[in-house]
């Protein structure tokens, strides 16, 4: 097939209508050939040949071939109405008043997802990917042997353990012992940051700057207030006002053990190698606090900083401007409280290419909400119910965004269809995009990363205690080409087996809204421990 030039670099004006249809019927057909050479390639579990057909509108959902069973188009729910609408359902659409014609960027793309086994376990995964497009994740080994970190070079096919090894054994990491395992990537520079929290006491920062080839000695990180957990790290370009001897300032955010004083944050303006005293991460005139437990901080381009912790009023994201120093509040939604359970404290936050912030939490119907805010967390959107149908209830939200209003939430969550007898349904991995976040209703392109016979966990309450792998939280991240990651834990063959999924197809977060280079099919065949 001769493919016109400059059709797969995505050059189309939204607004062109015929030539936008030409364009994205070409890419479909174009992409259903790639996607039957690597079928041709790959061997084991194969979901399409047991797929049950879904029947779906015409028009904008149209792509010459079946939706995924593990795939869903839809519009979020809202505080007063919170279910998930059916996008391909044209009736339903034009009797709730909802447009049907869906173009520019909330054009609809043919998603499928997947994940692919490790062959090692884990525990809280956290995730991250360089430039060069590597791969890592926390592999967690307990006390004597650390945290080691995992890389895959070929877009999770094959996996490899990179340290940073100690000088006792082949084995044995730099440091000792982690009680929260974590590994960032910082956007700006490339930099693998490891960040380890020992007995709720100590924490230590390793650093590579070359993929997990080599790594730093283990710097010891200030503080002083005891208990130190749910430690999370994030850089930012020096803002306006601070000097840094370094092309970031890094800040970290730890959870004291005490909900009246809050979290607790530092800085860091020699990449590390020193860091502030541990200063309170809210404003003065907010103490005491209602929650210290906190998501994963997150840095903007524009030098500002954002952690997600609820307020005594709802969720609430913190906003400092001065590289961690001083922080604010900023209540995000009254509207939609939040879980009461064991992910009460978690509001998780990104930031994307325009400075954007985007936050997502557990409601207190059990479900993934979501907000955004276009002036630095003054304002918020209103809040959004992401989940995809038929999921009843959720847990572990985490989110990362990518260019100006695209966005995955993950979470994992149990549909209303599980058997208990049989295990199927369970409890399963969920990615919700979004490529026009800022449309008063955004298309909502949710996928499960395994199939419904291949659950994740069979606990029945567990979004909402500790189970497996999963332990406090997920991670999700994207890559250079837009492709949305997200680490999860497969924990029913009794071995916490760390896993990555990703789209085999669908939209890039990044650059021009296109379709990505298909991936081989993954599954439960990819799994090595057992």
Known sequence: MEVPEGIFAGHHSPDSGEKLAQVIAMRRVAQLICLLIFSSMVTGCTWWEEEVEVEVAGGSFDFGRDIPITTWYHFPGSPSERWAV????????????????????????????TYYGTGFDTFEPTL?????????????????????????????????????????????????????????????????VKFDMHVLAAMFVEFSDDDGESWSIPYPVEGYYVTQDHQSIASMPPPAGVTAFHPVIYVYCINTGSPAAGAQ??????????????????????????????????????GSVYRGNPSCEGPAVYRSLDGGYTWSEHTITTEVGMQDGWHAHEVATAVDDGGNVHATWIGDDLMPWYANSQDQGETWSQPMMVAAPGVNETGFPTIFAGAEGRVVVGYIGESSDYDENTSTGGWSGYMAIMTDSFSERPLITSVALNHPEDPLDITPDCGDVRCGGFGDFIDVEIDDEGRPWIALAHNTAGFQEAIIGTLMEGPSLYGELAYLDPLPEGGNSTLLLG
Do not use: M
């Open 265 to 302: 944050c530092s800085r860091s303006l020699n990449g590390g190698l020193s860091w502030d005293i541990q200063r309170i991460g809210f404003p003065v005139e907010s103490f005491p606090q209602c929650s210290g437990l906190h998501g994963h901080v997150a840095g903007g381009i524009d």
């Open 86 to 113: 059916d996008a391909t359902d044209s009736e339903l659409l034009v009797s709730l008043n909802i447009s049907t014609e869906l173009s520019g960027n909330s054009t609809p793309f043919f998603t499928s997802a």
């Open 128 to 192: 991250g990917i360089t430039s060069s497009g590597a791969i890592f994740f926390t592999n967690y080994n307990g006390l004597g042997d650390g945290t080691h970190i995992i890389r895959s070079t070929d877009k999770g096919q094959t996996w490899e353990d990179v340290g940073p090894f100690g000088q006792i054994d082949d084995d044995s990491g730099q440091t000792p012992n982690s009680n929260d395992p974590y590994i960032y990537v910082d956007k700006f520079t490339d930099r693998l």
